[in-house]
Each structure stands twice: as C-alpha cells, then as structure tokens.
C-alpha cells in the first residue's frame, strides 16, 4: 500500500505570494491532518479534516486554509506569506478520527523569501 | 487542556545500551492514546508505538517497549540494544477521542558508537 505523499517536496516564494500544499493520504483513510513544524516552535497542529469535513483547527490566523475533496485528498492554502511561514509543513492521515494511529508524509519544505 | 511534556531536550546512549525517554502528560479524559514517533535526520516521521490507555499491560515492539503509569500521567519509552539507526528525533503524542493529536517538543536521540 502507497504511503502518504505530499507535493511539493520543496517551494520557495517571495512575501506577500500564496501557495498551496497537496497532500494524498493512505487508500483507504478518510482524516488528514496538517502541522507546520519549525526548530523554534516544534510540531503545531493547523487543521485535521474527515470527510470534507474540518473537524478541528490550531490557534493559526486565518491566511492559513484547507480543504479535503471527496477522495480524501487534501490541500492546504497559505494567503499573503509571510518570512514566519518558512517551515517543514507535515500532512498525515488516519483511518478515522477516533484516536487512530497517524501516518506522515515526507513534508514539503517551504521557505519564503 | 491536554498537555504533552518531554522534560529531556537531548539525550545520548552508547551503541548497544539501553536508553529510557520520559513523558508525562495531563487529561481529563479517561480514553485516550499515547503514542511514540520516530522523525530521522531524513524527515519522514514514523509511528515507534503505539498504547491504549484502558491497557495495563505496557505495549512493546521488537527492541522499543513503554512504562506506561496512568496515575502518574507517565508515558516513557525505553530503548534497548540501541543501534545508529535509532538516532532521531523522538515525539510523544496524546490523543483522545475526537479531538486532534498534541504532540510533545520531542528529545533528540544521539547513538555513540
């Protein structure tokens, strides 16, 4: 079975630009959840979605976004970038929401400029 | 608030030795998982291990096993044999029903050979 994979692997942007973050969960899981992961801040939690649905979202202004399409595939969107932004920006999946082991994908290393 | 502490930022062991990684943790649930991950030099991060709280009896995979102590809110992970290929990055994680997964800042593994 396909592990997690995310896409890009690796971004550079300039401030004040938007990207979006693609991520395919493992066949067969239907939550993804996303974390921003820095050496000052560690791993923060910025939403999990299950079934197109949020059903939870971290303490992160609302230039950060997702979105999870029918296939449980799921992007992420960051609005007006900012240099803070630069990070390794993990997406995992699960089976379910209730309290299932989560899988990571690689991460897509994003740095703005 | 779920809470997740790793008291120990860094930590060494010799090649072959056995090293133990504290946890604690704070909840009001009485349901929940604790987990242990893995995060390599390379990035991707893996699941070690994985306890139900409802579990007395300490979960253990290959060389990794847990001290699990519900009372005292412990969750810590020994490591035995170490080998190179254990050095990494180590999260414990806290998850209860329906709500997202708190992860702790992690303690750096290094293996002395």
């Known amino acids: 079975k396909a592990g997690v994979t995310q896409t890009p692997r690796y971004l550079i942007k300039t401030r004040g630009q938007q990207v979006t973050l693609s991520c395919s969960p493992i066949?067969?899981?239907?939550?993804v959840s996303w974390y921003q992961q820095t050496p000052g801040q560690g791993l923060q939690f910025l939403f999990e979605y299950f079934s197109e649905t949020q059903r939870n979202k971290g303490n992160f202004p609302g230039r950060f976004s997702g979105r999870q399409f029918s296939n449980s595939r799921s992007e992420m969107n960051v609005s007006t970038l900012e240099l803070g932004d630069s990070a390794l920006y993990l997406c995992?999946?699960?089976?379910?929401?209730?309290?299932?082991?989560?899988?990571f994908g690689p991460g897509t290393r994003l740095t703005v400029t | 608030a779920q809470t997740v502490t790793q008291s120990q930022p860094e930590m060494s062991v010799q090649e072959a030795e056995t090293v133990t990684l504290s946890c604690t943790y704070d909840?009001?649930?009485?349901?929940?998982?604790l987990f242990w991950y893995k995060q390599p030099p390379s990035r991707q991060m893996i699941l070690v291990i994985r306890q139900e709280a409802y579990k007395q009896q300490n979960a253990t995979e290959n060389r990794f096993s847990v001290n699990f102590q519900k009372a005292a809110k412990s969750f810590s992970l020994k490591i035995s044999d170490s080998q190179l290929g254990d050095a990494a990055m180590y999260f414990c994680?806290?998850?209860?029903?329906?709500?997202?997964?708190?992860f702790g800042p992690g303690t750096s593994l290094s293996v002395i050979p």
């Open positions: 066949s067969g899981h239907r939550s």
């Open positions: 995992a999946s699960s089976l379910g929401t209730d309290s299932y082991e989560q899988y």
């Open positions: 909840t009001s649930e009485s349901d929940y998982y």
């Open positions: 994680a806290l998850k209860t029903s329906y709500d997202k997964v708190i």
